[in-house]
């Protein structure tokens, strides 16, 4: 036998050849893009927020022009997240009809209707302890703040919200949040949950922005532990048996293994969240040339959908959209 006849390098010669074989390629419907809504009473506040490169604090009418932006190079969906002008014990703000995502819903629906807007529901943005339930003594009672996230959901869905995406890791909270729309006439409002949320480091860059930092202890209470993967199972079976329509993984990168197997065990469609310590590594390490940017954002998006995921959840949504259209037009370019 002369040299072996399998040469895997024949079809990685030219760039054309390596598109064609490719087996995973982005798009930008895959991409979910996060906005930060801000109650203000100026319309056109768009601030940048500072540990987040290139992400900004939004008024509701920035953030339908934002939402507008991203729908046009191809981003379907925003998932919203509110900063209010008040914060309290136990949140009230998260369900307030004129709060800055129920009114953000109304600006981006009122503007364009088609783009698909997702609201996470959580009390962590809008509590002045920065929990994402209701704190009794040094503890977050659970069931108590089922009904607050069922009413904050509610409210969203009342604003136009396509979808709602419970984060708070509560037991029992996807059933709570069906259960409240299916009673008011929005039993086709589907929850999206963050069904494995984990309890990671890799948040600092969002709570920061959210001002959501737990004024005492830490969410290992109710997030997920990072050793755990076998959990992860059982935290989505809960959620799909509750009733969740799409079942999401958080972080994204740095927990692949996760996706994949939820990938693999269950069926509906699943989200992966690249979390903002994922986005502001990225950023830090280009921006003193420690690595390139628009290749490492696609080179992790790849492998976060070639792990399993349906849909990402990203701050580069629209960078990575604009990306993509430009290689539609010459597969040369090495990034892709
Ligand atoms: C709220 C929430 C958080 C994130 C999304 N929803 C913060 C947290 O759980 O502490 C993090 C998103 C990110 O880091 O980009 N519960």
């Known amino acids: ?19 064609m074989v490719r087996e995973t390629t982005l798009t930008p419907h895959d991409f979910i893009l996060p906005l930060f809504v801000k109650a203000t009473g100026d319309r056109h506040y768009r601030e940048p927020i500072k540990s987040m490169p290139d992400c900004y604090h939004l008024s509701p009418a920035m953030a339908a022009v934002a939402a507008e932006e991203a729908y046009a190079v191809g981003v379907p969906a925003v998932l919203l997240f509110g900063l209010p002008a008040h914060k ?37 943005e ?18 108590a703040t089922l009904e607050l996230l069922a009413r904050t959901a509610l409210s969203q869905a009342r604003a136009g919200a396509d979808m709602v995406a419970p984060s708070d890791m509560m037991d029992g909270r996807v059933a709570a949040i069906r259960q409240a729309l299916d009673g008011q006439g ?7 949950s963050y069904a494995a949320k984990y309890a990671s480091s890799f948040y600092g860059p969002f709570r920061a922005a959210a001002d959501c930092c737990p004024a005492f202890g830490d969410r290992k209470t109710y997030q997920m532990d990072p050793g755990n993967a076998r959990e992860a199972l059982r935290e989505v079976a809960l959620d799909i048996e509750e009733g969740a329509d799409i079942v999401m993984v958080k972080p994204a990168l740095p927990y692949l ?7 693999e065990t269950f ?17 830090g390490a280009a921006a003193i040339g ?25 701050y580069f949504a629209v960078t990575a959209a604009r990306v993509l259209a430009r290689q539609m037009t010459s597969c040369d370019d090495c990034s892709l």
């Not at 990685?12 to 598109?19: E, V």
């Not at 929005?186 to 999206?192: G, I, Q, S």
């Not at 293994?257 to 990938?263: S, T």
């Open 1 to 19: 036998m002369a040299f072996p006849a399998k040469r895997p390098r024949r079809l990685r010669m030219s760039p054309t050849i390596r598109h």
């Open 88 to 124: 309290n014990s136990r949140g009230s703000g998260a369900w307030a009809e004129d709060g800055p995502v129920q009114l953000a819903v109304r600006e981006i629906k009122a503007a364009r209707p088609e783009i698909c807007v997702i609201c996470d529901t959580c009390l962590c």
């Open 126 to 143: 809008y509590t002045d302890h920065g929990h994402c339930g209701i704190v009794c003594g040094h503890t977050v009672d659970n069931d």
């Open 186 to 192: 929005f039993a086709h409002t589907p929850v999206m």
């Open 257 to 263: 293994d996760i996706i994949k197997a939820v990938r």
């Open 267 to 283: 069926d509906l469609p699943v989200a992966a969240y690249q979390v903002s310590g994922e986005y502001a590594q990225i950023k």
């Open 290 to 314: 420690l690595v390139d940017e628009v290749c490492n954002m696609v080179e992790s998006l790849t492998a976060i959908k070639r792990a399993g995921a349906d849909m990402i959840v990203t």
